[in-house]
């Protein structure tokens, strides 16, 4: 099935290529289904990975290797060989092994959990070799194609990193796939931060803490003004997100222990660092009251970097989405583009469709789209395959 | 242990699979061709526009376009009103509507009519029937099903068993049937065709089985089916005719419990008519076909009557049609 053919260099016609991926479309929708239902929180991404590596092996792709990261590689050798092109999905997603990830499919558009991030991802890569081989494209350059651990929270794109900590080849080049929005332009990545500010009572100490003034979850929300307060002051250049809190059980219990996740980002190098300064100070110096504690854990860390709007690969890109009739919209990546770039490996991230209610339980993605996303991934990997993004 | 006991053990040890068995695709597409089998799969349909795209895009592309084992997916419809047909042709299934098929015999409503006329539709040696009901679908709900047929010539009709999600302890499995089965159909077949009780999910809507046998069974066209199916297998052929697969898991619309009482009723009528017919009851009196239930408003109980009549199509080898069109 997917035994590849003779070598057969056409003009890198996208239009062309979507009508003819067409007759992919089932085989690619049952990837993007099965995909989707499989649950893969960030660590505990293994059932997708066997998934991915049944994949990549019926496709008869070397060198297919499980990594120490749980990372999923497999290699297409190009006819030349003498450059290395690598293209990513990262694989977790940010549901829980509980959750129902059924996937519903209706006239034009497939939901579930997870569809947009980063199943279509995943299912794209799954098919990618049949792609080619579809299209008849033999590359120059080898093709690495990677399924990537632990990209979400404190995963902090731990699989990511640790495959450019000990690729054995060189990558020259380097494509993130993300299931949604059709039209994204990733060529730039912010410096970001992300942290957790924890809250307890010691044990023993207290058994109800609101009894001695302002309580875990007061404080906790004390601290989220203090943010928005940096916040403003930066603004626009940095911002600062807060993710989540979590604190208590119910009405009449008090807690005792809560945690606030916050994510700094900024465009302006050594901004980051500073406002992570700023807060790891607000926090120690705050005072909270007796028998709590607070304390500041920084658990992810992004380098800005940028390949610039001229850059060949970024301009070819956009005269693909031209072609296709597609706007494209630049948006800055905080995600496995950041590794990339900060190595100097000319890199994007691109979105395959269009989609809806993203991180949602009904998060949705639109299948006619899916044709363009994957006819501008075929026309950038063959113009990096041409060598001229370096 | 007695004599009946050591035969369902031997069967079971011998006739029941796992579907992992069955994991090498490429063996079994090469034993379907050196066997010279066609296989269709059939869905029958009403208003499953929710879970129709998906089944039919799974067994497309795993079990036609990647691993070539089925020859036809088709979808036989009772008509529904919303968008099954669309989605399913949309993604490459033949549709086709259970009344234009032998229109000439008129249409009745009921699933058992739908499986009826796929047999005189469907090209394939086997014909593989499925529920378009299944939220978590997997191509092998079809290839495990088929695989015993065609690795054993014996088999002639494979029924399909699962986990039910209930308490799980140790290493023991909850393998019983639905609600239906563990009160009426169990304990009948332990009664009167105790070997049967082998079929851990007797009721299930997915089964394979053989165009020999198919077109020699009577088709009753509602709940009926599947249980007067196994009942004429076994008199015709034995519990050696049939083979069960566990599929591990299967994930669909719970039925509520007024709709399972419809059922059963349906289910005893045929039940009845093969006692009656086989000779197993010397004589049943006229048996009445109006169910009824009760639902209560304040102090005030009404009855909610049914007319549940459990018609039966003929075998189809007996249409000239038939016989016509696929060469008998």
Redesign the interface.
Known sequence: ?CKRTAKARSDGAPLTHREKLRRL???L???V??AG?IPAPTGAERRLTRFLSDRFT?CGLANISLDHAGNIAGMLPGRVGRRTLLVSAHLDKIWSETDDH??????GMMSGRGLADNSLGVAVLATLPLILEELEIDLDANLVLLGTTRSFGRGDLAGMRFFLENASHPIDAALCLEGIELGRLSYSSLGMARGEIHVSAGSGELDHPEDTGPGVATILAGFVVALRRIEERESPASRILVGSIEAGSGYSVAPRSGMLRFEIRSGEAGHVARIGEEIAEMVATTSIGDGLRASLEMIAHRSPGDLGSDHPLVRHARETLELLGIESHVAPSVSELALLLDRGIPSLTLGITKGENRHSPSEAISLEPIFDGLAQIVSVLRFMDEGKPS | MSELDQRISRWLETNTFHHSEFWDMQELVRAKRDAGLTISLCIPTLNE???I??E???F???L???YPLLDEIAVIDSGSSD?TL??AA???ADTYLSSEILPQYGSKPGKGENLWKAIHQLRGDIICYVDADI??IHSKFASALVAPLIYRPEVQYVKAFYDRPLAVSDDLRPSGGGRVTEILVRPLFSMFFPELTALIQPLSGEYAVRREVLESLPFPIGYGVETSHLIDLYKSSGLGAFAQTDLDNR?HRNQPTSDLGKMAFGILQGFMKRLRDYGMVKELPDLHGLFRQFQAEGHRYEQVTREIFEEERPPMITLPEYRERHGR
């Open positions: 099935m479309r089932e085989i929708f049952a990837n289904v099965m239902e019926e059924t996937v519903s499919v209706g006239a | 526009e929710k879970t795209g998906k039919i895009i799974v497309k592309s795993e036609m376009d990647r968008r669309e989605i949309s993604f490459g939220k978590n994930i």
